[in-house]
């Protein structure tokens, strides 16, 4: 599941009051992960989640996108593939337990570069291109105000974005330009990435509020 699903998959769940679940993707932190649901207490160790490891040379640059399409076009459904890790040289990819072995089989190139493929050291996981901290000043704490200075974009273009449906709060799809956002909230602007509100610092001399914004990029 994406984070939106699990969002909603959580929201049902604690609705019928059943608490004996659990979502995990392979390692801590994943976005996309699997949800299980236990008669006992949740294991993580029960999950049919397996890591595969593909190395290249580093002189050739691979994206995510790459390591995708390379497993579409074996017929496999998005919902088998969680989080993919890369990095110059390496990538990592989470499957489902279920293909893992027909993946190893199949692949021994991402477009036109080659590739080994073994199960990956979960302790060395690449650290993708990593996060970075920014610094706005808004006239308040609305959405589309966030999505503007996030995105580069006047304010009457934020908002069609946000009509549009095209950016998540907290990983549910938001139109509500006017909604208010919090820190720790976590916006998802189609094309641009994720973003947490991770601290609000006060105001300027001119009223305006300092923002930081994390961005996973």
Same mark, same amino acid.
Request: glycine content about 6%.
């Given at each position: 599941m994406n984070e939106e699903q699990q969002a909603?998959?959580? #929201? *049902?769940?604690d609705s019928v009051r059943f608490t004996e679940y659990m979502f995990f993707g392979g390692y801590e932190n994943s976005e996309r992960r699997v949800l299980g649901l236990f008669f006992d207490l949740p294991n993580e160790n029960e999950?049919?989640?397996?890591? $595969?490891?593909?190395? *290249?040379?580093?002189? %050739? #640059? $691979?994206?995510?996108r %790459?390591?995708?399409?390379?497993?579409?076009?074996?017929?496999?459904?998005?919902?088998a593939v969680g989080d993919i890790l890369v990095e110059d040289g390496r990538c990592v990819v989470f499957v489902k337990s279920e293909i893992k072995d027909y993946v190893s089989s199949q692949i021994t190139k991402i477009g036109r570069v080659g590739v080994k493929v073994s199960d990956a050291d979960l302790s060395k996981l690449p650290q993708g291109r990593g996060v970075e901290e920014l610094c706005f000043s808004v006239s308040s704490l609305r959405l589309d105000n966030l999505v503007a200075a996030i995105a580069g974009l006047s304010r009457e273009k934020a908002k069609q974005l946000i009509i549009q449906g095209n950016v998540g709060h907290n990983y549910v799809t938001s139109q509500n330009v006017s909604k208010m956002i919090s820190e720790g909230d976590v916006l998802r602007i189609r094309g641009k990435g994720k973003f947490i509100l991770k601290a609000v610092l006060g105001e300027t001399k001119k009223h305006k509020i300092r923002i930081i914004i994390t961005h996973f990029r």
């Open positions: 909603a998959a959580q #929201k *049902y769940l999950f049919p989640v397996d890591a $595969l490891e593909f190395v *290249y040379r580093p002189c %050739d #640059k $691979l994206s995510h %790459d390591f995708l399409g390379a497993l579409m076009s074996l017929g496999i459904e998005r919902e």
